[in-house]
């Protein structure tokens, strides 16, 4: 994901975070665990993960001195 307005980046997550949920509620009440569901639930919980990578390094480019949007240089020295 490249999105260079920092406003429209959290927006962005927040809107992915709210499809993910959205979606587990609706595995949670499909009964009887199947290996689809099993899959997608791993690819959710990657997403997960991914999502909060890309909070960690906005937050820390986000506090960096003379840091621009999306540059990430300044949030891995840190």
Not at 27 to 54: C, F, M, V, W, Y
Request: charged share 35%; hydrophobic share 30%; glycine share 4%.
């Amino acid at each position: 994901m490249l999105e260079l307005d920092r406003t429209e980046l959290q927006r962005k997550i927040q809107a992915a975070y709210a499809a993910i949920e959205k979606r587990t509620e609706e595995l949670e009440l499909r009964s009887g665990p199947d290996k689809r569901s099993r899959e997608e639930r791993q690819a959710i919980t990657d997403a997960l993960h991914g999502l909060r990578a890309l909070q960690r390094i906005e937050s820390r480019s986000s506090l960096a001195p003379n840091s621009q949007p999306g540059d990430v240089s300044n949030a891995e020295a840190t």
